[in-house]
């Protein structure tokens, strides 16, 4: 069998995988990006761009609704139209035009599924069941991502539930929907299908929605899906689930007191989180352990293996499961196997997220608690978005809390949390601060432009001030 020589096996060319392959390309190496899908990736076709594509309409709705001028019981949703929309952002789930970006940027196709086999050895298996071996002469970067993780319910191996792909992909709209899981995917599907038309119900097995952020993000989310007609369950655990006679799906939920209540809907969406991809690709050939996140340091090597000829970066090395995060891996990667000295700055945990519900969640850096967890003397300013002057501007309801943390040893912002219609757009500047460690002195001779959201900025800073810190004196 032939072995094809090369610099780089990407294996993966997902939003992450083509990043980093294009990297080294663009370095001049020869490159291979390996993958059994779509070029582009979970991002391009079943995520990102679908479910924010979702959520559109509805958050669209809603602003005509906040407008007292409009009348807004004239306006609905053309459901055809609507879907025609999602599947554009997916490109109808071609990927020709990231084929041809792949390789105008210099990097190799090839399809199938690949394994490791040794030290800088990748075999594939291509659609027709061809083998292909490659060999890198300088490095194996795995982007092979994520898949769904499944929680221990009885039955659920015998029902056919949605997971986040089918959710972003049906055809149409159930009557009813059951999702089991208060994450990112489980809010941001309960709301667009709700919107769409399906009665929705969202179980959470924790006591708060979007959990690992600050409390009353949870809280203010809750109240906005409750509002909005969906029914939300918390602290409650789904036991089983079963198919009946005509295709719905039973489930049997325990809340919290020891109550049982049954759910049915037509489909019932699977979002609890996340594993990495890595079940078969080979990894025990390489001493890893198949199944798990790859370990990697601050220049995307694995730890665990010698010489420094692997990379994993995005989802696969389990530390920050976005795609903004994987493809900032990716270039750090890239960088680094070809002889720069690039590495992540993780001493700084600037790590945004963006949830694009309606109310908009945008975080990043360190919750309250995370923080005092650290060690860190920290305080807290908090204000409602809907007391700004453009709040005024964008119709009635306008609301959310906004918050910053702050490490009062270093004056800097190490977190920051905003709720509320548009709040996505906002998180660049909280992240430039936390990754610059801009000091607070400094922030506050950042003027906002009025009537703008970012006035919210001058607002925390006020809020500051007032609890006792002097802007003028540091």
Same mark, same amino acid.
């Given at each position: 069998m032939v072995t094809t020589n090369c610099d780089v096996v990407v294996i993966g060319a997902g939003a992450v995988g083509e990043n980093a392959a294009a990297g080294a390309a663009r370095e001049g190496l020869s490159v291979v990006a390996v993958?059994?899908? &779509?070029?582009?990736?979970?991002?391009?076709?079943?995520?990102?761009?679908?479910?924010?594509?979702?959520?559109?309409?509805?958050? &669209?709705? #809603?602003m005509v609704r906040r407008e007292p001028g409009i009348d807004s019981s004239r306006v609905g949703f053309d459901i055809r139209e609507v879907l025609a929309r999602r599947d554009g952002a997916a490109a109808n789930w071609d990927d020709a035009g990231q084929v041809s970006w792949l390789e105008k940027e210099g990097v190799a196709l090839q399809r199938g599924w690949a394994r490791l086999d040794?030290?800088?050895?990748?075999?594939?298996?291509?659609?027709?069941? #061809? $083998? $292909?071996?490659?060999?890198?002469?300088?490095?194996?970067?795995?982007?092979?991502?994520?898949?769904?993780r499944y929680p221990d319910i009885e039955g659920l191996d015998e029902?056919?539930?949605?997971?986040?792909?089918?959710?972003?992909?049906?055809?149409?709209?159930?009557?009813?929907?059951?999702?089991?899981g208060g994450g990112v995917v489980g809010a941001e599907m309960a709301q667009a299908w709700n919107w769409l038309g399906a009665s929705?119900?969202?179980?959470?097995?924790?006591?708060?929605?979007?959990?690992?952020?600050?409390?009353?993000?949870?809280?203010?989310?809750r109240a906005a899906l409750e509002q909005q007609g969906i029914r939300v369950l918390t602290d409650a655990d789904t036991e089983s689930v079963e198919e009946r006679a005509d295709g719905s799906v039973l489930a049997r939920v325990r809340l919290f007191g020891e109550e049982v209540?049954?759910?049915?809907?037509?489909?019932? &969406?699977?979002?609890?989180?996340?594993?990495?991809r890595t079940t078969d690709l080979g990894l025990e050939t390489i001493g890893l352990e198949p199944g798990e996140f790859i370990e990697v340091d601050r220049h995307m090597q694995a730890t665990a293996v010698p010489d420094g000829w692997l990379y994993a970066v995005g989802d696969v090395n389990g530390k920050a499961l976005f795609t903004h995060m994987?493809?900032?891996?990716?270039?750090?990667?890239?960088?680094?196997?070809?002889?720069?000295?690039?590495?992540?700055?993780?001493?700084?945990?600037?790590?945004?997220?963006?949830?694009?519900?309606?109310?908009?969640?945008?975080?990043?850096?360190?919750?309250?608690? *995370?923080?005092?967890?650290?060690?860190?003397?920290v305080a807290t300013?908090? $204000?409602?978005?809907?007391?700004?002057?453009?709040?005024?501007?964008?119709?009635?309801?306008?609301?959310?809390?906004? *918050?910053?943390?702050i490490d009062r040893a270093r004056q800097v912002v190490v977190g920051a949390t905003f709720v509320g219609p548009r709040t996505s757009e906002l998180i660049h500047?909280?992240?430039?601060?936390?990754?610059?460690?801009?000091?607070?002195?400094?922030?506050? $001779?950042?003027?906002p432009a009025f009537p703008t959201l970012s006035e919210i900025w001058l607002r925390l800073l006020e809020a500051y001030r007032d609890s006792g810190w002097d802007p003028y004196s540091t």
């Open positions: 993958e059994a899908e &779509l070029v582009g990736g979970e991002c391009s076709y079943w995520a990102c761009m679908p479910s924010k594509t979702l959520l559109n309409p509805g958050k &669209l709705l #809603e040794g030290e800088r050895r990748v075999t594939v298996v291509d659609p027709d069941g #061809e $083998h $292909h071996d490659f060999e890198a002469e300088i490095a194996v970067v795995i982007a092979s991502g994520s898949t769904p029902v056919d539930t949605w997971d986040s792909r089918d959710a972003t992909s049906a055809e149409s709209v159930p009557d009813s929907l059951i999702v089991i929705v119900t969202l179980v959470q097995s924790s006591p708060l929605l979007l959990a690992t952020e600050e409390p009353f993000v949870g809280e203010e989310l209540v049954e759910l049915e809907a037509d489909e019932v &969406l699977i979002a609890t989180g996340r594993r990495a994987g493809k900032y891996q990716a270039r750090i990667a890239a960088a680094h196997l070809t002889g720069a000295s690039s590495a992540a700055v993780s001493e700084i945990p600037a790590v945004p997220r963006a949830i694009f519900t309606s109310p908009e969640v945008a975080a990043v850096g360190l919750t309250e608690a *995370q923080a005092r967890d650290a060690g860190i003397d300013v908090s $204000h409602d978005i809907g007391r700004l002057a453009a709040a005024t501007t964008l119709g009635e309801g306008y609301s959310g809390t906004c *918050q910053l943390v500047a909280a992240t430039i601060s936390i990754a610059g460690e801009v000091p607070l002195a400094r922030l506050w $001779h950042a003027v």
